[in-house]
């Protein structure tokens, strides 16, 4: 909600508005919970139990070296004929190589066992993992939903009370600037049916004849966010007398009567409406989401790149681009004029 000084756009916000949005934060959305992970380590260290030791084969390793050695001891008290020893040598030895092809069978059969086990504990852990997760989804987004409903009612109450409605609902008689009219259809185009918006608003100035007329107004329907939304130009297309420039007090004056009045305020140059309009609609669908945590503005600009900062200007240097033709630069090549 913040914006640099000195550049547009220029975003002001009424304290009122600041000081809910301290006191109630826009609820955020968790994610998955623990007990996903939990279970999913728990199958795996479950599956460990398949695995066959291989100290078995080193088990049958060594009794086929004792029983060589306790033939050979045989052989020497006894004095064992030359058949019956090899014979023996050879009994031992392929008792060995048989037991050591029935271990190697056994751990085929089991890490086959295994890895059909672990398949299916796989297939088991991702079905747990989509089915928490989606309901977990559920869970939230509508605790979520819950919560931001509840807050954007307090919002809706207070401002209910605290905003001055216009004197009119737009006044066609209005003199509008040469970009307000094509700045107008982007409006309509992201900003339709979720909010009422107008041109040219009247704003009784107290204690006199005159009126402020706000370029555009636009009220977020669900929370009554009421926002005065100007476009600055750098001077007068017909005399060239300097305007919204930051070393005059006559912005300054207006801007407080809005934020007075618990309207908020934003400010851009007339070259980023523009050059950049699209950009401007995203500008003013950040500061909504902001406040009010409604992200349907934003989710159709998702797309669109974020607004650049253009330089506020003083009087010399808006008496200098009135002298350089400053506008027709641009509203030319935009086939404004």
């Known amino acids: 909600m913040n914006s640099a000084t000195g550049f547009y756009p220029v975003i002001l916000i009424p304290d009122s508005i600041r000081y809910f949005c301290i006191n109630n934060p826009i609820p ?16 795996k260290l479950s599956s460990k139990e398949y695995i066959y030791p291989s100290s078995c084969l080193y088990g049958v390793i060594v009794i086929w070296v004792v029983s060589v050695v306790i033939v050979m001891l045989v052989n020497q008290l006894f004095s064992m004929s030359i058949l019956a020893f090899w014979l023996s040598l050879i009994c031992a030895s392929l008792s060995a190589v048989a037991a050591c092809f029935y271990l190697q069978f056994i751990n085929f059969k089991l890490g086959k066992h295994y890895q059909n086990k672990l398949t299916k504990t796989q297939q088991q852990i991702s079905k747990f993992k989509s089915n928490s997760l989606q309901q977990c989804k559920n869970q939230k987004m509508e605790q979520y939903n819950n919560l931001l409903e509840d807050r954007s009612n307090k919002l809706l109450f207070l401002l209910s009370k605290i905003v001055q409605p216009p004197s009119n609902q737009g006044n066609t008689g209005v003199q509008q600037g040469v970009s307000e009219k094509q700045f107008f259809i982007y409006l309509c185009r992201y900003f339709s049916g979720v909010y009422d918006f107008c041109m040219g608003v009247e704003f009784p100035i107290p204690n006199t ?7 555009f107004i636009l009220i977020h329907q669900q929370t009554g966010l009421a926002i005065d939304i100007e476009i600055d130009e750098p001077y007068d297309g017909k005399t060239g007398k300097p305007h919204h420039c930051v070393d005059q007090n006559k912005d300054q004056q207006r801007n407080r009567f809005f934020l007075e009045r618990n309207w908020a305020v934003i ?3 007339e070259y980023q409406v523009v050059k950049y309009p699209e950009g401007c609609c995203k500008a003013i669908a950040q500061v909504i989401f902001q406040i009010t945590g409604d992200d349907s503005g934003l989710i159709k600009l998702q797309n669109i790149k974020d607004l650049l900062p253009h330089k506020q200007w003083k009087n010399k240097e808006a008496v200098y681009m009135a002298k350089t033709k400053f506008r027709q630069s641009y509203l030319k090549n935009n086939f404004l004029l």
């Open 267 to 269: 400010r851009f140059s």
């Open 209 to 215: 004849s005159f009126c402020y007329t706000a370029d």
């Open 28 to 43: 955020v959305l968790n994610s998955s919970p623990n007990s996903v992970a939990e279970f999913s380590s728990e199958m």
